[in-house]
């Protein structure tokens, strides 16, 4: 049973928020960074370690593997105990997981290393997300969100070059021990700023143990969050994948120096920032059509890897160009399916939807990453310096199946989903009309008189009561 939500005592959208805001985007971009530090260590970090494609491949699998696998118990915690409590359990695993990496002498010692991060990870994001859907109005939100997910990537940025550089200069103890420690500062300001709600009294589901199963269910068969899965499923790994391992070392085959493909790696993040506040203002204003510009998104994907992967010889520069920009859009793009979160449950299980809707693409990206590892394993035994174009040519291409899986699957629950929406009165019109929260599935049926259409018009600067059973304004 939800919470019972007393009374509004911070402005929404206003000075608090933002604090909140930009303090758990830091740590969120703090867990960007340590989740693609290896993007430019992977060939140095085979050669400490000693170790082949494939057991570099398990350091980011088993990394998304777990983070895949917490997400739906993250957010049945984040429902029951909220942002600010979890998201402190996940900076102090992030911490000492790469503080554990830095100084790791063995393959083991850095896959135990590699999965704490991975936990400490999986909390963060999805935290973040639910303060967002608590502080900011119903406009706002779409917004936020792909503003936290823009400037999150500066965390790829900086385990790009500067990192890179860091490891030449200072050496990989040192680089790793240090962007550890920047989680014990931003533990202290989480603790001092974050607040869950800005209500009175709980902002969370105190559901008991034997409603669990029944409540999972109810989220698991609601065909919005699956076709949120699977937005996420298409249109995420793509990026990740190329950020996270296996984009550099390609680049590098393609003929590119270092520096050339490190800088590759860092107009991919400078081009989802670009992209994600255009994407997330035509899914606040045509949110009927959100999957619609996914699909259109994952097809000029998967077209333009095609003309790479099929290109005699090495792909010019201005088409890998057009390649890493197009490719990086994924990432925005993946953001449609948190918003889709948002039409069709309330907030009270909006930790639950969003966790099972975030396993789709890190189960994409670990699956990608795993499968091009062992073809690269296959066609190159002798290990990462024999690598050539044409192998890296056959082991990108196994993206496409899951390109071709994910559309078909996301079309399907789109169809599901546009039909559970129509069996309640008003919500294809308000759909319809640019409102993504509904009657019957984000809002009550029939909200009281005084609660007008969601507060998202009304002066933020006046508090008001909370819509009951609806937190997120």
């Given at each position: 049973m939800a919470a019972d939500l007393r009374r509004q005592v911070h402005n929404i959208g206003r000075r608090r928020a933002w604090a909140i805001w930009a303090v758990g985007l830091s740590i969120y971009t703090l867990a960007v960074f340590h989740r693609t530090s290896l993007s430019v260590a992977g060939i140095i970090a085979a050669e400490r370690f000693d170790i082949s494609a494939s057991q570099l491949s398990t350091f980011t699998v088993l990394q998304l593997a777990v983070y895949a696998a917490m997400q739906i118990p993250v957010g049945v915690l984040l429902d029951r105990f909220g942002s600010r409590r979890l998201m402190l359990v996940g900076l102090t695993l992030m911490t000492v997981g790469q503080f554990g990496f830095a100084l790791a002498g063995t393959f083991e010692a850095g896959v135990a290393a590699r999965v704490l991060l991975g936990c400490g990870d999986a909390m963060i994001f999805t935290s973040l997300l639910r303060l967002i859907a608590l502080w900011f109005r119903v406009k706002q939100a779409p917004m936020v969100t792909q503003f936290t997910s823009m400037v999150g990537q500066l965390g790829a940025v900086a385990a790009a070059t500067p990192l890179a550089a860091a490891l030449a200069t200072f050496g990989w103890a040192w680089s790793y021990g240090v962007s550890a420690g920047m989680g014990v500062v931003l533990g202290i300001f989480l603790l001092l700023v974050v607040r869950d709600s800005p209500y009175t009294g709980e902002s969370v589901e105190r559901i008991k143990i034997g409603a669990l199963t029944r409540t999972m269910a109810e989220v698991w068969g609601n065909p919005g969050t699956r076709l949120g899965l699977w937005v996420h499923f298409s249109s995420q790994f793509g990026p990740t994948v190329f950020t996270m391992l296996w984009g550099y070392p390609f680049l590098l085959a393609q003929g590119m120096s270092s520096t050339a493909a490190s800088s590759m790696l860092i107009l991919m993040t400078a081009t989802a920032m670009v992209a994600g506040p255009f994407i997330g203002i035509l899914t606040s204003r045509i949110p009927y059509h959100r999957s619609t510009i996914v699909l259109v998104l994952v097809g000029a994907i998967a077209t333009v890897w095609a003309v790479t992967l099929l290109w005699p010889g090495p792909a010019p520069v201005w088409l890998l160009v057009l390649l890493v920009m197009i490719t990086a859009i994924g990432g925005p793009g993946s953001m449609v399916s948190f918003d889709l979160a948002r039409?069709?449950?309330?907030?009270?299980?909006?930790?639950?939807?969003?966790?099972?809707?975030?396993?789709?693409?890190?189960?994409?990206?670990?699956?990608?990453?795993?499968?091009?590892?062992?073809?690269?394993?296959?066609?190159?035994?002798?290990?990462?310096?024999?690598?050539?174009?044409d192998d890296f040519r056959i082991a990108m291409a196994v993206q496409f199946p899951f390109w071709a899986i994910g559309a078909l699957q996301l079309l399907r629950y789109r169809r599901k989903g546009r039909e559970l929406i129509a069996e309640h009165p008003g919500a294809m019109e308000a759909l319809r009309g640019g409102e993504a929260i509904v009657p019957g599935l984000s809002l009550p049926a029939e909200p009281p008189a005084d609660l007008g259409t969601g507060r998202q018009d009304e002066d933020p600067d006046e508090p008001a009561a909370p819509p009951q059973g609806d937190d997120r304004t």
């Open positions: 039409t069709f449950h309330p907030s009270e299980r909006y930790g639950r939807a969003t966790g099972m809707i975030n396993v789709g693409g890190f189960v994409a990206s670990l699956s990608t990453i795993g499968l091009i590892g062992f073809v690269l394993d296959r066609l190159a035994p002798e290990g990462p310096s024999t690598y050539t174009l």
